[in-house]
């Protein structure tokens, strides 16, 4: 049964970092795009960051790059997200996302999704 859970949101200060980590199980990281979305209250979720290690494509959106690095550990099946110099609009649920398929930031193309984890930037 293919899987994803995310860990790692919390509370954080303007300015401050934090990383989120995607776990995967039933499925290999090596030909899967791993996404990263998020969704604020009363917005649509978008796309945020994603990779896909068999051609080694890597997409940020426009807001968060710079700021955010997206990278996995294979041998933990791990994929994390890196968050840097955060801000309040990044507040959101942040969810990963896989796809056996070409790294892209539409959501609506990623077959397996995590639960989601809160990230809020507030001061």
């Known amino acids: 049964q293919s899987q994803l859970v995310e860990s790692g949101g919390g509370l954080v200060q303007p300015g401050g970092s934090l990383r989120l980590s995607c776990g995967v199980s039933g499925f290999t990281l090596d030909y899967y795009a791993i996404g990263w979305f998020r969704q604020a209250p009363g917005k649509e979720r978008e796309g945020v960051s994603c990779f896909r290690r068999s051609d080694g494509s890597r997409y940020y959106r426009e807001s968060v790059q710079g700021r955010f690095t997206i990278s996995r550990d294979n041998a933990k099946s791990t994929v994390y997200l890196q968050m840097n110099n955060l801000k309040p609009e990044d507040t959101a649920v942040y969810y990963c996302?896989?796809?056996?398929?070409?790294?892209?930031?539409?959501?609506?193309?990623?077959?397996?999704w995590g639960q989601g984890t809160q990230v809020t930037v507030s001061a």
């Open positions: 996302a896989a796809r056996r398929s070409s790294c892209t930031l539409y959501s609506k193309v990623y077959d397996y």
